[in-house]
């Protein structure tokens, strides 16, 4: 898919319109050379990144954000674009040569719950249908796979810090190098039949390791163990002390029944902690599954599968055999934190009811112990025993929740260990660094082309600081200079577009980066040749006076932006 156009409109008012040509597309400022006062800064060029990234289904708060400050919004054009009911319209291409070839049109608006627009070929989505329309765009069937739409496309997309300098890191600061892995094994086309699950027990596991953290927050399972030997050891001691009171047969029976009353109340207390805390553990990673995936309204679906299959050959799948999938990948996802709520739920409902019951026995029971003769004595020796008898039923109760805790991350990490070692085999092993080098032939082609050095790519299984085996991939210079970052991402992008068309494998064909008035105007110039020989699109922001003099040209030019005339043109549209 290419970029065809970008439509920003107020109602029935069209306020901009960009339409985009194969080859190099440059957004640019339009300020004159001999205004020394006016500077192509801020009139919207990266905005045009953004809104182009909106409607891909990218946050809109970029459009309205500060980049220098992701918490400082700009007030006026978030006022703007929700007071004038600005709608983003973006059209892709499947072909620009071709005025027949297939086309999609995608727009949205920044507005709130009922007043949101987001469509895609005239069809109103929820936000989990728009992310699986446009999924399907690109790669029909993933999705609800990983890695999601969002990640697949990231190297297309750079104009934020992280992606515009880094060359494989183009997603947010906190993803995690599993995600990466991830993502490249399936940009680099080596199939994982397990990649899904791996990435469940990953987070199985770490929803353990944090139950696990809470339970040893003040000591270890070892620690509590050796405690609770010790504790069977005074238990012991005092329980001969008591015996040795010369009390009524009757008196020795009711404090033998009190104190296992206030040991029952003991555990049991500790076992409904210990099941509201799992109980709280298990809700919040329910939620946190639920909020990303919105309930599909299968209606909706129907009809984009009828649109699909209408325009489409060679569909095998029903749309019945399509919503069994969708609902057994979705019960899947949420089973597993969830099949023990209910009989949670029961659990501590009966134990609550049985706590009830005990604390009115042992009050009863406590009355009638304090009628009795010489409790003043004993009941010194009951307390410290009861205390002891407390802390004994806390320490099995959280020895056993540890025990289980560790089963569970034995187990997970056998099955990860299993799913390991088929990605970490010989034969898999050799599949990924055969695409990698089909990947650097190209790479290292286009990296000569622009700087007369070679880029390559590597890919080196490491093992991360939990234990847990990865593929790391990284870019280098096989000339082993300090090379050029900017050069090299743009090397690899162009490089990726290439591998990925001679493997078949469904990629964007339109590449947006901002700032290239980092880039020496050579390289420009010689990405504006390349770019139209490969059919590729590029699409940059730059500053007009960092123009190479080849380039300053209007068939190069996408957009001309300037202080009187931005790209949202707010100060028109508020005057009209």
Sequence with gaps: MFLKSLTISSGYKVIREIVFHEGLNLIVDDTPADDTKQTGNNVGKTTVLALIDFCLGGSGKYVYTDPENKKEEHRLVKKYLNDHRILVSLVLKADLSLDDSEEVLIERNFLPRKD???????????????????????????????????????????????????????????????????????????????????????????????????????????????ALALLDGEIERLS???????????????????????????????????????????VEASDDLNARVAKVDHGQLRLIYQQARQGMEGIQKTFEELCVFHDRMLREKVAYVTKELPKLEETIRERSESLKLLIRQQSALTEKINHSDSFEALEKLMAELNEKYRKK??????????REVDGNLATYNRELTTIDDQLFS???????RGQVGKFNTFFSEI????YGEQYALKVDPVVNKKGQRLYKFSAFNTNFSSGKKQGEIFCFDIAYTLFADQEGIPCLHFLLNDKKELMHGNQL???????????????????????????DDEKYFAVKLSQADKVLRIESVQGT
Excluded: M, W
């Design 240 to 282: 001969k002390k008591k015996s040795r009171f010369n009390l009524n047969e009757r008196l020795e029976a009711d404090l033998s029944a009190l104190n296992e009353l206030k040991y029952e109340i003991s555990v049991v207390s500790s076992a409904i902690t210990k099941l509201e805390i799992r109980r709280k553990l298990i």
């Design 116 to 226: 949101v627009i987001r469509r895609i070929n005239g069809k109103d989505l929820t936000e989990s249908d728009f992310e699986r329309t446009l999924t399907d765009i690109l790669s029909p069937g993933h999705f609800g796979k990983k890695p999601s739409f969002r990640q697949i496309i990231s190297h297309n997309i750079r104009y934020k810090d992280l992606s515009i300098n880094n060359t494989l890191k183009t997603l947010d600061g906190f993803t995690r190098d599993d995600e990466y892995e991830t993502l490249y094994l399936f940009l680099f086309g080596c199939d994982v039949d397990h990649g899904d699950r791996k990435q469940e027990l990953l987070t199985k596991i770490r929803l353990e390791q944090s139950f696990k953290d809470r339970l040893e927050k003040e000591e270890t399972r070892s620690a509590y163990e050796t």
């Design 447 to 450: 990296s000569s082309t622009l």
């Design 426 to 432: 010989d034969e898999f092993g050799d599949v990924v």
């Design 525 to 551: 110039l010689n990405i504006a040749n390349l770019v139209q020989e490969k059919g590729i699109q590029f699409v940059a922001s730059i500053l007009h006076d960092k123009l190479p003099p080849e380039l």
């Design 393 to 402: 039923g806390e320490y099995e109760k959280t020895i056993a929740q540890l």
